[in-house]
């Protein structure tokens, strides 16, 4: 089931400042919502039946002008009296921080001070959603960047190297060798992924066991992520099993980890997160 | 010899011979090593360009609209204020004024700014919230008493009702004793701006610019000492627009009001010299400077040279300054005082006329005491301990800033030409052109924010964990059902069909063609309410439904 999550984002009151309200549904429907943006000045009624005639999931209130201890309660009330207190209903605006325990008590599940990230929000309206409806909490990670790299099992470098090179004329970049997993790893550079060639160097690595079982091959697809550990988080929320469920450090001094192939339709994949190294936006 | 010498020569004698009228603050100013601060500098350079700089009160004004400018009289201290009752807030103004401030700034509740009544269902939670609420002339009055309104003027954040307002100002002095021709102040009444960016509108814009050109009218023959208009870039830079969107479309929408009032008949000198300008003060200092300058002259050429005004009062551009209520954070409140302090120095090294400083806790709620206080010392601090109020327009001749003015006066040229290709600014508005361009750029903003690539000093970096959460005001929960009574007694004891009549006389002119402003005021001086006179206009008139 992949319904996306509909959210009406409304400004009760008669103040004008619509810049948030536009910018949250403008972030929510980037983050992969169908929004419903009201338009200004909108009762409480009005707020509640367009919600329930649109069978939205979750409500977004937006109010500037000091109104909300009056309007947020009655939209919740009016949810109740339609039955419709199943919405997810959050709000935001110019609300004293003094005036949130009583939104709460009133039914309204957060309230976002000014200088939220959008997508903080969007991911609290996701959740509680999700949690409604008794699924996991998350439905899967923020999307990779790229493919890092594609891992391939050899039997001796030096006797693929030539096809690559030569044959190919692709650039080696480097040859390195990693103690943990008892490789010997040539990285082959190719746009702005990489070929990672891996040559077994004891019985005990796990690219030996894999050419005996299944022969030389694509061993593993490397996708490059930012935030490697929230991205293991995420993946963990939405039910997903990870080899390493802290990242560890893998060839080139990169943070990896690898997901379970019982997870991914039996295809090894492996989160790449090069950020630090490469003085990426953090 | 010089090519402008002359000029610079006869500038001289007129700025000695004016300075008689209007002398300086001192005699000989000077800075804290003795070395004296001349008037101007610059001008006797060779290289001085007085196609593009002028001198200061002269054509293209790019240095200011005064010969002295702050070196005459600083700039207007002119703090926005108003909450709750009418009664409440006459006391707030009049401890103003016994400490020396001479203008008025009221902020009118939003049921008041949209024209209901406090007991209009649509009011509710909203009476007295963001300003003062104003049902009637009996209001009006208690906001105003005790105020002589010969010797204030009073500036009114009010737009789609202006005239109702402007009519219960006129009527109340009027009662003091006092002739419209008497009184001076501004209202806002800038219509196109609340389609774009603010948001109060009423009625849809053709019947919205005849009320407005019927101000500009009215106020010409009755109210000659009124700013008619301060047509607003401020809340146009808060929906997120940028300074060059900012400026281009505030100076679109200002040619829309001169078109209307062209064709409404009036002659440009008539009405030109009472329009007002407001814009934000923002961010990025330099480019502020520069945009403050780049309007003085767009705004001069336009007039003189595409609309023929004679007046040099119809080329100069007045404008009032308020700091970038947008840019303050919730996040270390303290911080936003330092904002509003480089903000406000822009607006000063920009020549602004006047100037509201935010307070630092407007991110939360209105300000406390305490906070407006410490807007108003960053004010006085700018203006009697920085020394840069002492010479006429300080950053004219720096390579960046004069760059900087060229470059946002080509820039706004081009939108301005983009707007025209349109139809103009009210075609564009009803296009949602300007709505599109500036939801845009604040979209952008706010993912550059949360990326990390703009930072917000104590929002995205540098934060705190455990913040300190300040004292905030509250406005008096009461105040909408004490304003409902207020009300239903006045309806009791008026007289109900001198009301009746001067509503329908109001009703039978919005149908025709006539001047509205009359018709207003006598309505609001036989007690109809704001709900009611704007209620016959909606019927009339219909509501802006939004794009």
């Known amino acids: 089931m992949n319904k996306k999550i509909r959210v009406l984002v409304a400004k009760p009151g008669l103040d004008g400042h619509d810049?948030?309200?536009?910018?949250?549904?403008?972030?929510?429907?980037?983050?992969?919502?169908?929004?419903?943006?009201?338009?200004?000045?909108?009762?409480?009624?009005?707020?509640?039946?367009?919600?329930?005639?649109?069978?939205?999931?979750?409500?977004?209130?937006?109010?500037?002008?000091?109104?909300?201890?009056?309007?947020f309660p009655e939209v919740m009330a009016l949810l109740k009296e339609r039955g419709a207190d199943d919405i997810i209903v959050i709000a935001g605006g110019v609300i004293p921080w003094e005036d949130i325990p009583f939104l709460e008590s009133a039914g309204v599940q957060k309230i976002f001070t000014p200088g939220t990230p959008t997508i903080e929000t969007a991911k609290f309206i996701e959740a509680a959603v999700r949690a409604r409806d008794g699924l996991p909490?998350?439905?899967?990670?923020?999307?990779?960047?790229?493919?890092?790299?594609?891992?391939?099992?050899?039997?001796?470098?030096?006797?693929?190297?030539?096809?690559?090179?030569?044959?190919?004329?692709?650039?080696?970049?480097?040859?390195?060798?990693?103690?943990?997993?008892?490789?010997?790893?040539?990285?082959?550079?190719?746009?702005?992924?990489?070929?990672?060639?891996?040559?077994?160097?004891?019985?005990?690595?796990?690219?030996?066991?894999?050419?005996?079982?299944r022969g030389q091959g694509v061993h593993h697809v490397a996708l490059g992520v930012e935030g490697i550990s929230e991205r293991i988080g995420e993946l963990k929320q939405a039910g997903i099993k990870m080899i390493q469920e802290e990242p560890v450090k893998g060839a080139g001094g990169a943070s990896i980890a690898f997901i379970h192939p019982s997870s991914t339709h039996k295809v090894l994949l492996e989160l790449c997160d090069k950020t630090e190294l490469e003085g990426g936006a953090s | 010899m010089i090519k402008h010498q002359e000029q610079v020569k006869k500038w001289k004698l007129a700025t000695e011979k004016s300075m008689q009228r209007f002398p300086e603050r001192k005699e000989r100013f000077e800075t804290s090593s003795k070395f004296e601060v001349s008037r101007l500098y610059g001008a006797d350079r060779e290289d001085y360009d007085i196609e593009k700089l002028g001198l200061p009160g002269?054509?293209?004004?790019?240095?200011?609209?005064?010969?002295?400018?702050?070196?005459?009289?600083?700039?207007?201290?002119?703090?926005?204020?108003?909450?709750?009752?009418?009664?409440?807030?006459?006391?707030?103004?009049?401890?103003?004024?016994?400490?020396?401030?001479?203008?008025?700034?009221?902020?009118?509740?939003?049921?008041?700014?949209?024209g209901y009544d406090s007991d209009h269902s649509m009011s509710k939670g909203e009476v007295g919230k963001v300003g003062v609420a104003i049902d009637s002339l009996e209001d009006m009055e208690a906001l105003l008493r005790e105020i002589p309104l010969d010797q204030v003027s009073t500036s009114m954040t009010i737009n789609a009702p202006a005239s109702v307002l402007l009519a219960m100002y006129i009527v109340v002095a009027e009662k003091q004793g006092?002739?419209?021709?008497?009184?001076?102040?501004?209202?806002?009444?800038?219509?196109?701006?609340?389609?774009?960016?603010?948001?109060?509108?009423?009625?849809?814009?053709?019947p919205s610019m005849r009320l407005i050109t019927d101000i500009f009218a009215y106020c010409k023959e009755q109210v000659p000492k009124w700013n008619t208009i301060s047509i607003s870039g401020y809340h146009?830079?808060?929906?997120?627009?940028?300074?060059?969107?900012?400026?281009?479309?505030?100076?679109?929408?200002?040619?829309?009001?001169?078109?209307?009032?062209?064709?409404?008949?009036?002659?440009?000198?008539?009405?030109?010299?009472?329009?007002?300008?407001?814009?934000?003060?923002?961010?990025?200092?330099?480019?502020?400077?520069?945009?403050?300058?780049?309007?003085?002259?767009?705004?001069?050429?336009?007039?003189?040279?595409?609309?023929g005004a004679q007046n040099p009062k119809s080329w100069q551009l007045r404008f009032h300054t308020q700091t970038g209520g947008s840019t303050l954070t919730a996040q270390q409140p303290d911080n936003n005082i330092v904002r509003v302090t480089l903000q406000a120095l822009a607006a000063v090294m920009g020549g602004t006329q006047s100037l509201h400083t935010n307070s630092r806790d407007e991110a939360l709620a209105l300000p406390t005491e305490d906070s407006a206080r410490i807007a108003l010392r960053t004010q006085?601090?700018?203006?009697?301990?920085?020394?840069?109020?002492?010479?006429?327009?300080?950053?004219?001749g720096s390579y960046y800033v004069e760059h900087l003015t060229d470059h946002m006066e080509e820039e706004?040229?081009?939108?301005?030409?983009?707007?025209?290709?349109?139809?103009?600014a009210v075609a564009a508005v009803e296009q949602g052109y300007m709505q599109r361009e500036i939801h845009h750029t604040a979209?952008?903003?706010q993912k550059a924010i949360e990326k990390g690539e703009e930072i917000i000093v104590g929002m995205n970096s540098f934060t705190l964990e455990n913040e300190v959460r300040p004292e905030l005001l509250r406005v008096d929960p009461t105040l909408g059902e004490k304003q409902k009574e207020k009300l239903t007694k006045l309806r009791n004891t008026r007289d109900q069909n001198r009301a009746s009549a001067r509503l329908e006389a109001l009703r039978q002119g919005a149908k025709g063609t006539e001047n509205l402003m009359p018709l207003i005021v006598d309505c609001v001086r036989d007690y109809c309410t704001i709900g009611e006179i704007c209620g016959i206009l909606r019927e009339e008139f219909g509501e802006y439904a939004g794009v």
């Open chain 1, 19 to 71: 810049r948030g309200a536009l910018v949250i549904s403008q972030a929510l429907r980037d983050y992969g919502m169908e929004v419903i943006y009201t338009g200004l000045r909108q009762t409480p009624q009005q707020i509640v039946a367009a919600a329930v005639q649109e069978d939205v999931d979750a409500i977004g209130l937006s109010c500037l002008s000091g109104a909300h201890n009056e309007l």
């Open chain 2, 443 to 445: 979209y952008e903003t």
């Open chain 2, 412 to 424: 706004v040229g081009k939108y301005l030409e983009k707007i025209e290709s349109l139809g103009g």
């Open chain 2, 58 to 114: 002269e054509y293209p004004y790019t240095r200011g609209i005064q010969p002295t400018m702050y070196r005459a009289r600083y700039w207007t201290m002119r703090q926005y204020a108003g909450f709750g009752s009418a009664e409440e807030t006459n006391k707030r103004f009049r401890y103003l004024l016994k400490q020396g401030q001479t203008g008025l700034s009221v902020a009118f509740d939003l049921p008041t700014q949209i």
């Open chain 1, 137 to 213: 909490a998350s439905t899967g990670m923020e999307a990779p960047k790229k493919i890092d790299h594609i891992g391939i099992a050899v039997e001796s470098l030096d006797e693929v190297l030539p096809f690559y090179v030569n044959t190919l004329g692709l650039k080696l970049e480097a040859i390195e060798e990693v103690p943990s997993q008892k490789v010997k790893v040539a990285f082959i550079k190719i746009g702005e992924s990489r070929l990672e060639l891996l040559e077994p160097l004891s019985d005990e690595s796990p690219i030996r066991q894999f050419i005996t079982k």
């Open chain 2, 236 to 307: 146009i830079r808060e929906a997120g627009a940028n300074a060059v969107q900012e400026l281009a479309f505030t100076i679109a929408n200002g040619k829309a009001y001169v078109d209307a009032a062209i064709e409404a008949g009036l002659n440009i000198d008539d009405f030109a010299p009472r329009l007002a300008f407001f814009f934000n003060a923002h961010n990025q200092f330099f480019e502020e400077v520069a945009k403050f300058r780049a309007a003085r002259r767009i705004w001069a050429k336009l007039m003189k040279d595409t609309y």
């Open chain 2, 380 to 396: 006085q601090i700018i203006a009697h301990e920085s020394g840069v109020a002492d010479t006429v327009d300080p950053l004219a």
């Open chain 2, 178 to 206: 006092i002739s419209p021709e008497k009184i001076s102040g501004t209202i806002q009444n800038d219509i196109l701006k609340e389609y774009i960016a603010r948001g109060t509108y009423i009625f849809p814009p053709k």
